[in-house]
Each structure stands twice: as C-alpha cells, then as structure tokens.
C-alpha cells in the first residue's frame, strides 16, 4: 500500500497524477499557524493615548501605542501577517531557517514568530543597528548578519536564504499584501473602532511613517474601503526615496545615503509604497524628528523612538493648520516603538554631535507652539 506522503507517478491514458501530501508536514503546519493566530487574539489591540492640547484648540491628538506589543513596536502586525501569509502559501518549512532584511525592529518581531513556531531566523540589517535592537533579536533566538552597506541587505538576505534552504521573507515586497487591509483588526479598524465614542470619531488626519510602505497602505485602503472622509499622511526623514519618489511619480529614485531614523525612510521607493493611495506627504528633518521625542518625553513623560518623532511632527503641523482654519476634528498619529531602543542614539548628546545634528531650534518651535498654536 503506498504511502500518504509518497510522491505517487501513475500514467494512465495521458493522466499523470503527482501526490505531494504530507501529513507530518500539514500537522506541523496546523500547529504553526495556530500558534501565530492565538498571539493575534491575545495582543491585537493597543492603547489610543490623548495629547495634551489646549483646549481652545479645538483639535484633538492621539497616539496609537503600538510600542505596547509583546515585542515593542507596529512591526509586530507586520511581522504577524508576513508569518502567516508565508506559513499558508506554504513557503516556511519546518526546521528551514526564515531570512529578512531589516532596519531592526521587523527583524525583532519575526525572531520572536520563528521561535514561537520552532524555525530558525536570521536577520540581515546595516551595522550602524542599534546595539540594544541586535541584542533583543538574540534573545529570541535569532542570529544577526551585518553589512557595512545598508543597500546590501536584501540581496545578502535572499542569498543567505538559498544557501541554505530557507525562507526569505522580504517584507519590503510582501508588506502591503499581506496585512488584511479590509479588516481582521488590522490598525486602521482598530484606529477607527477605538475612535468611535470620542468628540470627533472621524480623524481629519491619520499620520503614518514609512519603512515598508505597509502600513501606509493598509490604513488608507481601509479607509478607501469604509468609504471615509479622513486623509492619510506620511510623513519622511531626511535621506529617504519615498517623499521624492511620491513628489515627482518617480518609483526608481534612489538616494546615495540612508536615513538616520531607524525603522523608517529607505534608500529606494521599496514595492509595498503604494503612493496613489496617499494624500500628502512630508518630508521631515531629522533635528525635528528628535527634538520631537525628548518634547514627548517632558509631555507624556515617557520616551519613544525617532520614527515617531518624525510623525508626531507632521501631526502638529496638522493640528496648526487645522486651528489657523478654525476647523475642528482630531488627527492620529503612532507612537511606534519605545526609546530605550535608541539611549545610545537618540537619546545621547555624543550621537547627535557627532551626526551633526542640532535639536535646539526645534524645541523652541515645539515650545511656543504649544502657546500659539504656530507651527
């Protein structure tokens, strides 16, 4: 009697019939993909934190703490969808190691998905990686492979991936078509869910940053599809693609310095960046970005990282324009992932001299902003 998982050749009468089922592997694979789904019904939501603001505003702010994760920042939805899109087209296969490319924080998330399903994991990033991003990477079992140049990562992690038989997971192509954009809780149903019961449910404004493209793309297809009024912004650092790509229509943009800001703004317009579905951009300095998180710090009296300084930014901008028009209504923006991920960067005097980087005139912008309402 032939085996289940023996691969069956019968010819007969021009019919060739190949039986690749195997139960070991499809039990394996059941399991997995539970193991993945149980983390999404116990982590899916996040908290939706009000900024301070005057009043007389009459404009309202919110951050979606995404930093609330079990691994610390947005990327964990992201890492989420990417394991089980790659799990259910059957591209992960137990005990083959799962490869990305990765500015940091992805790569922490899917080491913790590999090592909750039993895969190995490798992540590929610059070298210029914070120290405390590669540490929480191996402490969920992953291994770390730096490259000098951060435009080397995707071709080093697709040749580690076939060197040896693994997985190359390739957020930067797979971001935008992963996440279930029509629901399932992804963050713009849970933006929009969370919303409902505030003064004003229907943001005038969601600001969003972008590293893949992902999650610029899955909020504003969301709210395409739930036929809603409110624009999304993306706001950019200084040395990324994106703004530029977006500015001029041009896809094939590519800047000779990568970006400063971890997580966020890339060398090249990566294929998860759906421009069309975007309303406005920004592009933000990365002296703003920072002098907004050490602002936060004193505002809400906790510490996060660059990224969402850099949309914090553009949201207050927002908010100055939206109360020089006398219009009212309330912008989201997301706080991505915490500070102590960057004490040796971002949060240190040393680093920002050595980058060049003066914050000084920034605050004072954030400061009398707070005032006039001008920025």
Not at 37 to 61: I, K
Not at 70 to 81: E, F, I, N, W, Y
Not at 347 to 366: E, F, H, M
Request: charge should be negative.
């Amino acid at each position: 009697m032939t085996s289940l998982s023996a691969p069956i050749h019968a010819l007969t009468l021009g019919v060739e019939d190949i039986d690749r089922y195997d139960p070991d592997y499809r039990f394996w694979l059941n399991e997995a993909v539970s193991k993945v789904v149980s983390d999404a019904n116990r982590t899916s939501d996040t908290h939706l934190l009000s900024v301070p603001l005057p009043p007389a505003w009459g404009v309202d702010l919110y951050l979606k703490d995404e930093s609330t994760h079990p691994t610390g920042s947005l990327k964990h939805r992201l890492a989420r969808s990417l394991f089980l899109y790659a799990l259910c087209n059957g591209w992960i296969r137990r005990g083959k190691p799962v490869v990305e490319a990765s500015s940091g924080s992805t790569a922490v998330s899917e080491a913790y998905f590999a090592q909750l399903i039993g895969v190995p994991f490798i992540a590929v990033m610059a070298r210029s990686t914070s120290q405390q991003k590669t540490q929480l990477i191996e402490r969920y079992g992953g291994q770390c492979h730096l490259v000098d140049d951060p435009r080397d990562v995707y071709d080093v992690a697709a040749s580690l991936a076939r060197d040896r038989g693994g997985h190359y997971m390739d957020q930067f192509t797979y971001a935008e078509r992963a996440t279930d954009w029509r629901g399932n809780n992804n963050i713009a149903e849970s933006i929009f869910a969370q919303m409902a019961r505030e003064p004003h449910p229907e943001p005038a404004w969601i600001v969003a940053t972008a590293g893949t493209g992902g999650t610029s793309a899955t909020i504003a297809r969301y709210i395409h599809y739930t036929q809603r009024n409110t624009g999304i912004c993306v706001a950019d650092p200084d040395n990324s693609a994106f703004f530029p790509g977006w500015r001029d229509s041009n896809q094939t943009i590519v800047t000779q310095i990568g970006s400063r800001i971890e997580g966020i703004g890339r060398q090249r317009v990566e294929p998860s960046f759906v421009s069309e579905s975007i309303d406005r951009m920004m592009r933000i300095p990365d002296g703003a970005a920072i002098a907004t998180i050490h602002f936060l710090t004193d505002l809400l009296g906790r510490r996060t990282g660059a990224s969402t300084g850099t949309g914090v930014w553009a949201a207050f901008r927002l908010v100055s324009e939206m109360v020089s028009m006398g219009r009212k209504g309330s912008v989201v923006s997301l706080i991505c992932d915490p500070g102590d991920r960057y004490v040796d960067k971002y949060y240190s005097d040393k680093w920002l001299t050595d980058n060049g980087i003066d914050t000084d005139p920034y605050r004072r912008q954030l400061e009398s902003f707070l005032k006039t309402s001008i920025l």
